[in-house]
T-cell receptor, first 117, second 117 residues
Framework: GAVVSQHPSRVICKSGTSVKIECRSL??????MFWYRQFPKQSLMLMAT?????????EQGVEKDKFLINHASLTLSTLTVTSAHPEDSSFYIC?????????????FGPGTRLTVT | AQKVTQAQTEISVVEKEDVTLDCVYE???????LFWYKQPPSGELVFLIR??????QNEISGRYSWNFQKSTSSFNFTITASQVVDSAVYFC??????????????FGTGTRLKVLA
């Protein structure tokens, strides 16, 4: 149980285009979803926290107009990287907490590797 | 501010050696949770353990063991008789209460473990 999926697993896009990454909780409803970014050989850095139907809360230094987060349902959150540039190339990981379960427990997706050329 | 320090950037051991990965944390919360995750080359985070701040019992799971010491704010992880398959990056993480019922994770910088055959 408590499985989180991400789609796509890998994506290559051209500089200046936008790319959307989906995060789904497959067998549970998610209270909160989190988006992390991980550059090569670095740690996971939280980008934003989102709750269904609410605006996302972004961490300091993360551009909310560049990284659009939509949390349309209790099982789906999307991250859109707008006007992507090579420096946005990174590994993006989402996680979710389960409604009715311990709120400190996050279930992680497998990640999406974004390459901007 | 909440912080997790993993001072060992990279460790190399020979197969069958024991290895300890250090984790030191800082928090102002009285209730908190600590985690260890394994990240193999595929990138997907693998949950290893969760420990709450009120439970200082050490834990053993097969070749893995964890030593939680509140007095020194440490949560160290030992792999006994290491194997090549243990090669990965290991992250220690700390939960931080954001709002009532919402916690975010603070990750350490990770320790890259290489187990040589």
């Amino acid at each position: 149980g408590a499985v989180v999926s991400q789609h796509p697993s890998r994506v290559i896009c051209k500089s200046g285009t936008s790319v959307k990454i989906e995060c789904r909780s497959l067998d549970f409803q998610a209270t909160t979803m989190f988006w992390y970014r991980q550059f090569p050989k670095q740690s996971l850095m939280l980008m934003a926290t989102s709750n269904e139907g609410s605006k996302a809360t972004y961490e300091q230094g993360v551009e909310k107009d560049k990284f659009l987060i939509n949390h349309a349902s209790l099982t789906l959150s999307t991250l859109t990287v707008t006007s992507a540039h090579p420096e946005d190339s990174s590994f993006y990981i989402c996680s979710a907490t389960q409604i009715g379960a311990d709120s400190y427990e996050q279930y992680f997706g497998p990640g999406t590797r974004l390459t901007v050329t | 501010a909440q912080k997790v320090t993993q001072a060992q950037t990279e460790i190399s051991v020979v197969e069958k050696e024991d290895v300890t990965l250090d984790c030191v944390y800082e928090t102002r919360d009285t209730t908190y949770y600590l985690f260890w995750y394994k990240q193999p080359p595929s990138g997907e985070l693998v949950f290893l353990i969760r420990r709450n701040s009120f439970d200082e019992q050490n834990e053993i799971s097969g070749r893995y063991s964890w030593n939680f010491q509140k007095s020194t704010s440490s949560f160290n992880f030992t792999i006994t008789a290491s194997q090549v398959v243990d090669s990965a990056v290991y992250f220690c993480a700390l939960s931080e209460a954001v709002t009532s019922g919402t916690y975010k994770y603070i990750f350490g910088t990770g320790t890259r473990l290489k187990v040589l055959a």
